[in-house]
């Protein structure tokens, strides 16, 4: 690709599907100030349709868990590699990390002789776990970009300036087609009891959530007769055809959240978009043995569902490892596939979440605060 006097280059970095969607609009956002600005780098679909010039994909880098890195470590290495290797040709003006923080910091500190200054956005959630990552934002950091409210002040107070720009889901769009249109399209009626699957977007994500959700389905609908179930299904995912009657939604996966009765999750950006959706949710997540076992003994927060995170209490029932049973889950289903007390605490709860994610403009908060501090001509 050619270069255009004064044109400013960035390297950009999202691992994940939702880091992919955050980094899509924060390149958008960039572009409506600076139409010429070039970005290369790591990123997904949403990335690639706004001008990345993509590396490596997202499907090829969202590997989730301690003993699924070590497996994946010579392919992570390459990348690696190959990233340092852009950047010194490349020399861009700033580099923009998005959260990712496993790979991501470890570029920051391999870059650091380069001098290019880095943003990080979306910032890793070290106030859980992994505290001593701290040294590596204070150390080769140039920008922190917080998107909840409690955190500049526990970075701050660890000696890393951090700008707040609000949440990205104070501005969640609704759904590409409306309520009427999904359900002709899946051949439903409104009167319908309708249960949101969303195992995940990674397939080892898939992999072990999947047994446990058939057999939760399986028994929900020997209680709950004509019950619905529609699969939330990622791009670049396998899922089992393994259960009669399953809908499968691919192309507009919001839809699937908003418009359902209720929703089974794996813990991540969904649960939190359930959230924002109004649509009453279990959370749920399961990592290999080793990996679970490592993470329970350096998690220090309270929650895993950053809806329950936010609110700094219980407002949906979460089930970690060994407790994600069939069992469990449908006892924590079936009062939100009725008109309950439960359900409707659960939704008031959601009202208190959405108020605290600030106003709409993050993206545009975000480029512009990035702007102010890349130099380039």
Avoid at 86 to 107: A, S, V
Wanted: proline fraction near 5%; glycine fraction near 8%; hydrophobic fraction near 40%.
């Amino acid at each position: 690709m050619s270069v255009r006097f004064n044109q400013a280059t960035y390297f950009i970095v999202a691992g994940e599907a939702s880091g992919d969607l955050h980094g899509g609009k924060l390149i958008q956002a960039i572009k409506k100030h600076d139409p010429d600005s070039r970005f290369v780098g790591h990123g997904g679909d949403r990335m690639i349709s706004e001008g990345l010039e993509c590396m490596f994909h997202t499907d090829q880098l969202a590997i989730m868990g301690f003993s699924e890195v070590i497996k994946h470590l010579p392919f992570m290495l390459n990348v690696m590699g190959e990233s340092l290797g852009k950047l010194r040709d490349l020399r861009p003006e700033r580099i923009i990390l998005i959260d990712y923080p496993g790979f991501n910091l470890r570029l920051a500190k391999s870059c650091a002789g380069l001098n290019i200054p880095v943003t990080y956005f979306i910032l890793p959630q070290l106030w859980a776990w992994k505290e001593n990552r701290i040294k590596s934002f204070q150390r080769y950091i140039d920008q922190s970009l917080s998107i909840f409210p409690f955190e500049p002040n526990w970075f701050e107070a660890r000696g890393v300036s951090t700008d707040y720009v609000g949440h990205p889901f104070s501005e969640l769009q609704r759904p590409e087609i409306i309520e009427e249109q999904f359900f002709a399209k899946h051949n439903l009626d409104k009167s319908d009891t309708i249960l949101t699957l969303l195992p995940g977007s990674r397939q080892q994500e898939i992999d072990r959530h999947w047994p446990v959700y058939c057999e939760t389905v399986n028994r929900l609908r020997r209680e709950k007769q004509g019950l619905k179930v529609v699969v939330g299904k990622a791009s670049g995912v396998n899922i089992p055809d393994s259960i009669e009657g399953l809908l499968f939604e691919e192309d507009d996966i919001r839809a699937a959240m908003a418009y359902g009765t209720a929703a089974l999750t794996a813990s991540g950006t969904a649960t939190l978009e359930c959230a924002v959706l109004d649509t009453p949710e279990v959370v749920c997540y399961k990592l290999s043995a080793i990996s679970g076992f490592i993470a329970n003994k350096l998690n220090k927060a309270s929650f895993a569902a950053m809806v329950n995170l936010i609110a700094g209490r219980e407002i949906v029932p979460e089930f970690l490892q060994n407790d994600v049973t069939s069992e469990n889950l449908v006892s924590a289903l079936k009062p939100l596939l009725v008109h309950s007390h439960i359900r409707r605490s659960m939704l008031e709860g959601f009202d208190e979440v959405r108020r605290s994610l600030g106003l709409p403009g993050v993206y545009d908060r975000a480029a512009n605060l990035i702007l102010k501090r890349t130099k380039h001509g």
